[in-house]
């Protein structure tokens, strides 16, 4: 009879991953049962990672731009050559007027902005998705919401899980008094209130005139869930396949506050081929 191989040994206990776990929250904010959540809400905080990956995100949407390669330099010049006791800027033909060269009125550049570079950052694969998992791990730490600017009641575990209820939500005013029942409206009169008109500038007149903080995030499992969070200031609704490392950590920063639906934790789960513990 053939002795069967010894069982693999059991990593030690520091190396182990536990499962976090949250409440299952009602309409009302009270608590209905226990669900544990994907294991990449136990990753450890990366914050360098997660700026990598927004700086990165943030590249990929840059529009080159540059001047025309013939600008400022359509001119008929010439060079009067050495010893004649002037500058050797080239000149207009017959003329003792300076053009074509950057040191003259209506030159080319010295170093304009040229189309063809490129903008975009690299970052790698596994980087990226450990970058989406230490933000998704940043959601469950209060303190860290704290330090966004988020207002937070006294006592409170994040993330906050609902159940399936909660992508019914299809009015502002049910979304209003849900958030009041769990004392984080305001949060969303911060946003309201912290929105301003940029100074002029280029922003400004290229349509980008007011600059809104932002506020709570709501995790749904598909789109056109949860409507009627959408327009509550500084409010984003994201559904799961969706969902990026820049919506968990707006500006590099992590620690959104977030709110999750109970199949929106199943489909992240699906979304990072993890099994149901």
């Known amino acids: 009879m053939t002795p069967e191989p010894p069982a693999a040994p059991s990593p030690p206990a520091e190396h182990r991953i536990p499962h976090h776990r949250a409440h299952v929250l009602d309409l009302e904010g009270k608590p209905r049962s226990v669900v544990p959540l994907p294991l990449a809400f136990s990753e ?13 995100a943030q590249s990929h949407r840059r529009q080159p731009y540059g001047t025309s390669s013939t600008a400022g330099r359509r001119h008929s010049v010439e060079w ?9 800027t080239p000149r207009l033909m017959d003329s003792m007027r ?19 570079r490129r903008w ?17 791990a940043a959601t469950r730490v209060a303190p860290l919401a704290a330090a966004r600017g988020h207002e937070l009641p006294g006592e409170v575990a994040l993330p906050f899980v609902f159940d399936d209820a909660f ?25 309201r209130a912290g929105t301003h008109l940029r100074a002029s500038g280029r922003a400004r007149r290229r349509g980008r005139v007011r600059r809104t903080p932002r506020s709570v995030l709501v995790v749904t499992s598909a789109p056109g869930k949860a409507a009627g969070f959408r327009n509550l200031s500084g409010v984003d609704v994201v559904p799961v396949p969706r ?35």
């Open 44 to 56: 450890p905080l990366r914050p360098d990672l997660i700026r990598r990956a927004v700086v990165a």
């Open 80 to 88: 009067s050559g050495k010893g004649k006791g002037v500058a050797r």
């Open 120 to 136: 975009a950052k690299k970052i790698n694969r596994k980087e990226r998705r450990l970058a989406f998992a230490s933000a998704l």
């Open 167 to 191: 992508e019914e939500i299809r009015t502002a005013s049910d979304a209003r008094d849900l958030l009041r029942r769990l004392k984080l409206w305001d949060d969303v009169e911060r946003s």
């Open 243 to 277: 969902l990026a490392t820049e919506d968990l950590a707006p500006g590099g920063v992590a620690g959104r506050l977030t709110l999750f639906s109970r199949p929106a934790v199943e489909s992240l789960r699906a979304r990072l081929h993890e099994g149901t513990p």
């Open 98 to 116: 300076g053009a074509q060269a950057p040191n003259t009125v209506g030159g080319g550049g010295a170093h304009p902005p040229r189309p063809d």
